[in-house]
């Protein structure tokens, strides 16, 4: 599937939040164009495949260029700066370091803005709108951003343009975190309260999105899906509807994003 690199060749290894080999392969197709210059890897920060297994398959290649692609938009410590302390402790084992490229984060990417907007659209196209839109960024703990974490930032002023393009008033939604864990202080406000205000206070149709993501896993699929839907609707009446809108997946607009990126940071390779 990958072609050997030569010894000019760049490399784009990209990872992803849960299962990125679903998601590489329509980016394996799209990357055909340069199949003869360009191999591509991926490894989770979190998880398996892991990111030193990507490595050690691109070291083989024995290419001398690399861009990171990390999947995270907005930037944070714990997932585009770990990544990048992993992607460093492995060049550490590597007798040819190749020339690296990192992005860091991608929020502000036009790109990127519009197919937020356009999935957010074609959902309620098909479905209507709610009430409210909740739009749902997973949480930090307070003491990261207290040590200068810019993460609350990049959720803050993506969203902020992603309404505007959306035409929405102040009213029509609502900035939230959401999976935070006991015992320490996090980020607020909590999807959870939210949540629960808003189907006390009668609201019947509630959208949530969750732009931090660029796959579904575990916090959408289960924890938006199930647990905050049963939350909504407990609180509401039998008829309240918490409706998740996916994320990008691995849809036509999701791969050019990513081409898209990948393509203006490989010029001059």
């Not at 949480?139 to 959306?166: A, H, R």
């Not at 938006?224 to 009446?237: A, E, P």
């Amino acid at each position: 599937m990958l072609r050997r690199s030569s010894a000019n060749t760049p490399i784009c290894t990209t990872k992803c939040i849960r299962d990125t080999y679903i998601t590489g392969i329509p980016l394996f197709f799209q990357m055909r164009r340069y199949s003869d210059k360009i191999v591509i890897s991926y490894g989770m920060r979190y998880g398996e495949r892991t990111i030193g297994y990507g490595m050690n398959c691109l070291k083989r290649e024995n290419i001398n260029k690399l861009l990171v692609l990390p999947l995270y938009p907005q930037s944070a410590e714990c997932t585009v700066a770990s990544t990048l302390d992993c992607i460093s402790d492995n060049l550490k084992k590597w007798n040819n370091v190749p020339e690296l490229r990192f992005l860091s984060g991608y929020c502000f990417n036009e790109k990127y803005i519009s197919c937020m907007k356009e999935n957010i659209e074609n959902f309620w196209k098909e479905n209507g709108k709610g009430n409210k839109l909740i739009i749902s960024y997973h949480s930090l703990p307070t003491k990261t951003v207290e040590d200068g974490d810019m993460y609350p930032f990049f959720c803050i002023e993506s969203t902020n343009i992603l309404v505007e393009q959306l035409k929405l008033k102040k009213d029509d939604y609502i900035l939230a975190f959401q999976s935070r864990i006991e015992g320490q202080k996090w980020i607020q406000p909590c999807i959870e309260d939210i949540i629960k205000r808003l189907s006390i206070e009668g609201c019947t149709v509630v959208d949530v999105v969750c732009p931090s993501f660029s796959s579904d896993c575990l916090e959408t699929l289960e924890e938006i899906q199930i647990t905050y839907k049963q939350l909504f609707q407990k609180y509401g009446n039998a008829n309240a509807k918490l409706r998740y809108i996916k994320c990008l997946n691995y849809s036509k607009m999701g791969i050019d994003l990513l081409m898209n990126i990948i393509e203006q940071n490989i010029v001059g390779w």
